[in-house]
């Protein structure tokens, strides 16, 4: 079982930036292969935002490629989403998933609200 929780949300101005963490803790953390993050906007469907596997490569939705960044920190069983750049249409709620080779659905957190004014 792995338990999730995003923090590091908020409101900021176009143009500026924002760090997301990750968290995972339980029994299956070592267990984990993939760790993606996603996001939710009013009115529209949730889309991937990037991802990082265990054996550190990464992917990035072709909307936030040059501007986020995504990492991992093992020591803390921490990844983060380095947002820069910000733009209004970046707007959504952000949620984290933890996947394991069992729970291939993975594990999902609560999500963290990111607001980017014009």
């Known amino acids: 079982q792995v338990q999730v929780v995003e923090s590091g949300g908020g409101l900021v101005q176009a143009g500026g930036s924002l760090r997301l963490s990750c968290a995972a803790s339980g029994g299956s953390i070592a267990s984990i292969n993939a760790v993606g993050w996603y996001r939710q906007a009013p009115g529209k469907q949730r889309e991937f935002v990037a991802a990082?596997?265990?054996?550190?490569?990464?992917n990035y939705a072709d909307s936030v490629k040059g501007r986020f960044t995504i990492s991992r920190d093992n020591a803390k069983n921490t990844v983060y989403l380095q947002m820069n750049s910000l733009k209004p249409e970046d707007t959504a709620v952000y949620y984290c998933?933890?996947?394991?080779?069992?729970?291939?659905?993975?594990?999902w957190g609560q999500g963290s609200q990111v607001t980017v004014s014009s």
């Open positions: 990082i596997t265990s054996g550190g490569s990464t």
């Open positions: 998933n933890a996947r394991t080779v069992i729970a291939a659905r993975g594990y």
